[in-house]
Structure formats: structure tokens, C-alpha cells
DNA sequence: AAATTATATATTGCGCACAATATAATTGGA
DNA sequence: TCCAATTATATTGTGCGCAATATATAATTT
């Protein structure tokens, strides 16, 4: 019996991938990725260097830390992105004078210059597509984003 | 003027983070994958093979561009990825005999059995949240993924 | 002031994701 | 039948993302 399946197919199995919260996200930041990809490129940006940019343009200067508290990363992960940013010449990172722990990180001139054609990035992406509703879909994924944030203690 | 800032704050201004919908979904998927990420290493699995292996468990045998095209990725990612799964002996990988092309993925019998534990997952990451409109939430963002899917022509 | 603890960032190692490219098998004509 | 185009997977190289650990500075305690 069964030949070949590995599992019933109850639409309550609790395993079925399309009753998964988690499934259409993982997908649907990977599709964006995608879609983003091409047009940074033109920027020299990747997709994680695109948001920190977002971050920098909207306060500058900041820490390693507070650019992470915002975008929910650590170290781990900021360090080499940074430093891959300095050497495009986007960003400088010194140590700060006042708490040598600290590294600082602003824009270069030309760092704040690629705002100007960043500007375009958003309607570049939504061109053509139909908004309806996105604004709600945001603000839903966004309180998932706080509930998590703060369950998992994330002050990464 | 504007000493250290780099940009004004504008709350129309296209490029504020908070305005974007990638970026919560971005942060909701790291979020959730390092909530999934201890509690399927009890299982020795990473959160991508989880959900390979959800699919698996659905139905089997897939061929890798089967697989691919239920999770929206392309052999460059699970090649090696079934690969691992495969040195780990939770599934057989072989060269479908009818189209030489094909790579059959199929589970071995502890790629079975496995599901026994996994069962118990879901409800582990439930456990103590609230899921107040979260079916609801999970349909806007598949809803998003399909609409996507079609406009970045993935087949990947 | 010395020792302890906490904080901030860096490093290492591994596993994705993906673009670009390569290889091999199949299909569909001329 | 040959051959060009298509399809399926693999490979390569780069950049995340993260856990675990290391290092250095600062704050706190004694």
C-alpha cells in the first residue's frame, strides 16, 4: 500500500511544506534576492550591502553593533560585509577614540554620492507590478519580525 | 547644514528602510532560521534540508529539478546540498536509467524514519507564541512568492 | 589598584544561494 | 542520419549568515 509515498497526505499533517510559515518567506526573500540582484549590480551592491547603505543614508555614523541591532545581524556577518564595502571605497571603519572597542562606521563621499542612483532602485522594482496590498503585507511581516526579535533575545 | 546626516527624513522618501518590504521578510527568514537552526540539529539537519526533506516526505522519488522548482532553487544550491544529505545517509541520489539527464533523489530508510522525529518540530517552535493570524500572514507572503515566481520566469 | 566581569568586534569553519559556465544526454528538425 | 537546439545536472567562484571561539577594551567589584 502506499507505493512510493513516503507520507498520508492528511491536509493536517503538521509536516505538509505548504502549511509552513516559514516556507513562503525563505522563498520569498530568495525570489527578491533574485530580483534585486541584477539592478544593484549596476550600484556595485549586493543585496545585504544595499540595506546597510538604507541604514548609513538614513544616520551616519554608526557601530558595528547599532548597524546590526537594526538589521538583526552580528559581527559574524558585518565584519567582512564591511569590510568588503571599504574596500569599494563605500564606507570607512576606524576604531573609536572614545571606547577603543568600537569600530565606526561612515560613508566616503562617493558612499553618500550612490544615493543619487539608488534613489531609482525602488520604482526600478515595482515597475510593473501590482502594489496592492503590500503595504499590509509589510506591516504583518514586520510584527512577525518584532515577536521574533524579541523571543529570541536578539541583541545579536 | 544637516552636520552627520546623510540624507533627510523624509517619511515619503523611497529609500527609508522602514518603507521597504524586502527587508522584513529578510530579517523574519534569518530570524526564524536561527529559531529552526537548534532544534533541527538534534535531528542533523540544517533548516534547507528540513525542507527538502519536507518535500521528500510529501513525495518521492523527485528528480533534483522537481525539487528545485517546489522550493524555487536551482542545482547550484542543491546539488551539493543533497550531496551532504546524501553522506549523512538520508537519501540515494542515481542517475534516472530512462533519461540519463536525471538525477533521482529518493529517502533511504533512515531518511524515513526521521520523519518520526519531526513530527514533533513544528509544535517545539509553536510552543509559547501566539499564531494570531498567522495562517492569514502565510497566505499574503505565498501569494507574494507566486506572483514572483511567474514574474522573474523561475524555472530555475 | 588588582582582579573579575561585561561588552564590542574579529576570526574560523561550514553550509547555503546564486550567477556564470561546463558537460552530457535528449529532442527535433533538415 | 546528422546536427543544432534544448534540457538536466554539475562545477566554480563569490558573498553572505551563523555558531563557536578569540581578543581586546571598558566597567565593576573587591
Known amino acids: 500500500m502506499n507505493d512510493g ?10 509536516l505538509l511544506l505548504d502549511r ?6 525563505y522563498a520569498a526573500t530568495n525570489l527578491l ?3 534585486y540582484g541584477p539592478v544593484l549590480r549596476e550600484l556595485g551592491l549586493t543585496y545585504p550591502q544595499y540595506l546597510v547603505m538604507l541604514v548609513l543614508w538614513e544616520k551616519e555614523p554608526q557601530t ?9 545581524l ?16 563605500l564606507v ?3 576604531r573609536d577614540p572614545e571606547d577603543e572597542r568600537r569600530v565606526v562606521i561612515e560613508l566616503t563621499e562617493s558612499g553618500k554620492i550612490l544615493r543619487n542612483q ?3 532602485v525602488p520604482e526600478t522594482l515595482a515597475r510593473g507590478r501590482k502594489s496592492e496590498g503590500i503595504d499590509e503585507l ?3 511581516v514586520r510584527r512577525l519580525v518584532e515577536l521574533l526579535a524579541e523571543q529570541t533575545g536578539s541583541k545579536r
Open 5 to 14: 509515498v513516503a507520507a498520508a497526505q492528511d491536509p493536517r499533517d503538521p
Open 64 to 72: 558595528v553593533g547599532s548597524l546590526g541591532a537594526r538589521l538583526y
Open 118 to 120: 539608488a534613489v531609482y
Open 138 to 140: 509589510r506591516d504583518s
Open 92 to 94: 570607512r571603519r576606524t
Open 74 to 89: 552580528d559581527s559574524g556577518t558585518l565584519t567582512p560585509l564591511l569590510k568588503r564595502m571599504e574596500a569599494a571605497g
Open 20 to 25: 509552513q510559515v516559514c516556507f513562503p518567506l
Open 33 to 35: 534576492s533574485r530580483l
